[in-house]
């Protein structure tokens, strides 16, 4: 089993390049089915989540060529079944949004019933609602979500909640319904409005994404395109964080700055600098950092995504400081692993109450998801001595060459085997 070995205590210094956004890839991937025609998507991560959902697209018949490390072609004209095998789903949830293309494009689809993960149930109760309001037929038997109708006709939907899954998935299908279709109390994440800006790119007629009400008006087909990704606002925050969890200096480039509006104005309460670029931002932290009270929210508020980096960064911090998860029910299992690093968290709930410690000790931990264990790696990165951390391909199914790109700001952190002490030994030699 891979596992991150890394020696604290060194800054990160020097210039990073932010990958594509991996939340809009998988609706991008997704929506590629849509047409008949070739469809070339650039600036795509090269991750685990997507290199999953490309698999899966494979196997209900769809042809992928993939032209470089961040360059695919998709051709879904050939596509056999839209069946999507359980195995898929169960790997990474945003399968499911192949449900909204399918049904789109042949009136029919079979999706696995995405489980719950570590951060919470996820229910899908919302995407459902859209697409019976569009005319489809939704029930699920055997494990498997079965949405089918003659024909889609446009609906007003109103969401109970705000969700990028639903608006994602229910703009999918009303793409190809006949008439207008509005959604309410949608979710206006910029990767919602990636997904949008390619669907119309296909030629779909999608107004209003990135507000709260988006209005789509059915076409009967969609072309070809060729399109490129938004940077990944979460990447980019987790090494805006990193630099000053460090005390370093780091230039984050290909971002877009207003996606980031949330991070910065965190970090310059607390202390950081942050100057910013047309498309790239600088962070730099040359003291002990200070104490803040935050609540994740959808966006434009302080994304949960970026809810375990921002208590890591707390744990060192002076003072007391309050995170409130209101996204998630079950976000904070990180947090045990921080307190064998010598952190004083204590969770009641849905709030973490964080007592500011001089320094953090490494120790071995285990990543309990993607960005929970992405934070501990900053914790190593912020650690006296040595920390192991496990269960990385978490970590790897978002974060496109993320030891590299550490590596190159000057991190002290190998990937190595767990069973591999010659590997381990050698790496302590190195950087003692
Ligand atoms: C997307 O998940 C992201 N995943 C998540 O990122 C992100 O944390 C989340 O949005 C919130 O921003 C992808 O884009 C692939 P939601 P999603 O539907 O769409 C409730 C990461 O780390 N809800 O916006 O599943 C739900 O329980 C991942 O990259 C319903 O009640 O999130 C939650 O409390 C983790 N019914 C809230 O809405 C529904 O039908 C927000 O969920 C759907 C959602």
């Known amino acids: 089993m891979e596992q991150y070995i890394i020696k604290g205590g ?11 956004y991996k939340n809009a890839a998988l609706g991008i991937i997704a929506a590629a089915v849509m047409t008949d025609e070739t469809v070339k998507i650039e600036n ?20 992928v060529d993939r032209i470089n490390r961040n360059t695919i072609k998709i051709n879904a004209s050939k596509i056999s079944t ?7 789903v169960r790997k990474i949830r945003a399968s499911y949004y192949l449900l909204g293309a399918l049904l789109g494009k042949y009136k029919s689809s079979k999706v696995a019933l995405p489980g719950g993960c570590n951060i919470g149930s996820r229910p899908i109760d919302q995407h459902i609602k859209g697409f019976e309001a569009l005319g489809a037929k939704v029930k699920i038997e055997h494990g498997m979500i079965c949405a089918e109708t003659e024909n889609l006709a446009g609906a007003h939907i109103y969401f109970d909640c705000s969700s990028v899954g639903a608006t994602i998935n229910v ?3 009303a793409c190809l319904a006949e008439g207008q279709t509005i ?17 119309n790119s296909m030629g779909a007629n999608i107004k209003g994404a990135g507000t709260d009400v988006i209005r789509i008006k059915g076409v009967p087909k ?12 979460i990447e980019a925050g987790t090494f805006m964080f990193a630099a000053a969890a460090t005390k370093g200096n780091i230039l984050i480039k290909n971002v877009i700055p207003k996606h980031l509006e949330a991070f910065t104005a965190k ?13 790239a931002v600088r962070v730099k932290a040359d003291k002990r950092l200070g104490n803040t009270h935050v609540k994740t929210l959808v966006y434009p508020g302080f994304l949960t995504d970026m809810q375990p ?3 890591t960064l707390l744990a060192i911090s002076k003072g007391t400081s309050i995170v409130t998860e209101s996204i998630f029910e079950n976000r904070f299992k990180y947090v045990d692993e921080l307190t064998r690093m010598g952190a004083s968290i204590k969770v009641e709930g849905n709030t973490a109450i964080i007592e500011g410690v001089e320094k953090l000790t490494g120790a071995s931990v285990t990543a309990p998801d993607l960005r929970g264990g992405v934070a501990l790696v900053m914790a190593g990165l912020m650690a006296e001595g040595y920390t192991i951390v496990e269960n990385i391909e978490f970590i790897e199914r978002g974060y496109e060459r993320f030891e590299h790109k550490m590596q190159q700001l000057g991190a002290l952190i190998a990937k190595v085997d767990s069973t591999d002490m010659k590997a381990i030994k050698k790496f302590k030699l190195k950087v003692s």
Do not use: C, R, W
């Open 44 to 63: 795509v991560p090269d991750i685990g989540d997507i290199d999953i959902l490309l698999q899966a697209l494979v196997d209900i018949g769809a042809k």
């Open 10 to 20: 060194q800054p990160l210094v020097g210039e990073v390049s932010i990958s594509g």
């Open 309 to 311: 980096q921002m208590t």
């Open 82 to 88: 839209v069946d999507v095998d359980f195995d898929y």
């Open 183 to 199: 959604l309410e109390n949608s979710s206006k994440e910029p990767h919602v409005v990636d997904v949008a800006n390619f669907l």
């Open 267 to 279: 970090l310059l309460e607390i202390g950081a600098q942050v100057e910013e670029f047309d498309d």
């Open 222 to 233: 969609l072309h070809g395109s060729e399109y490129s990704i938004i940077p990944d606002q």
């Open 171 to 173: 703009m999918l299908a």
